[in-house]
């Protein structure tokens, strides 16, 4: 029995509470603020946007483009250990001036670079 005027109870003021609300054209969640939610996610995404493409030009500006090598190479050495002798190659001397290393993989790739080129250039002579 206590359960049932409770229930009746709560029903009725329920039944006011949702009648004014409908009338007041109030919702749950609000639908007020479900739209300030909204325009806080464009606001995020748009912000987003910007601060990544702020982050892109400062990572393009940071990149050096002047790494301080001079681009002329002195090649010393004898053509003749290329001239009929196989397995043997000739030696050179590259001069590079204001090496800029950046990182430790730099002095690595450059020696890959120059290993690569030799590679190939003792194919070419059939001393692969």
């Known amino acids: 029995m206590k359960d049932w005027i409770y229930n009746k109870v709560s029903g009725f003021f329920s039944g006011i509470v949702d009648s004014v609300k409908n009338m007041l054209g109030i919702h749950s969640p609000s639908t ?69 290393n950046n990182t430790e993989k730099d002095i690595q790739r450059l020696a890959y670079g120059f290993e690569f080129y030799r590679q190939q250039a003792a194919a070419a002579r059939g001393n692969a």
């Open 32 to 100: 007020v603020f479900a739209g300030i939610g909204g325009y806080m996610a464009q606001g995020i995404g748009q912000g987003f946007s910007k601060a990544m493409n702020d982050v892109s030009s400062d990572m393009q500006a940071a990149i050096p483009m002047n790494f301080g090598l001079n681009p002329a190479l002195n090649v010393g050495g004898s053509a003749s250990g290329y001239v009929g002798t196989a397995g043997t190659s000739g030696g050179f001397t590259l001069h590079i001036e204001n090496f800029v």
